[in-house]
């Protein structure tokens, strides 16, 4: 019997889906394009492509560093930023809905840095 309740607990972490690094999603609100890339062994960043809002200034070319994040079950959350306290960004792992505190409305992330090669109007 506690042999069985241990395979039990321990299931979940077995069971339990691998996070696959980098995390490299295109993210898409309103007129603005941005790149976003998690990495836990190297710089993870955060790039505006195209659109008309006006981020903070990028400290690395057109890159902003993500300092920190967390991955959980639901949801991949920006902790902190390099250039400015305060800005928040979530991404849900679900339905890939996308909230930037910078912009004025939610948007939706794709999995892969997406191509944006013909114009739609």
Known sequence: M??????????????????????????????????????????SWIKRISGTEKIVRADK???IVIKEFTVSDAEIAVIQISTKAGMRISINRYSGGFYFSQLPGPGQCFKGFKEYTEKQI
């Open 61 to 63: 070319g057109n890159k």
């Open 2 to 43: 506690k042999k069985l309740l241990a395979l039990l607990l321990l299931s979940p972490l077995v069971a339990g889906e691998e996070v696959e690094y980098p995390i490299e999603l295109t993210c898409e609100a309103g007129a603005n394009i941005y790149y976003i890339n998690f990495d836990k062994n190297s710089e």
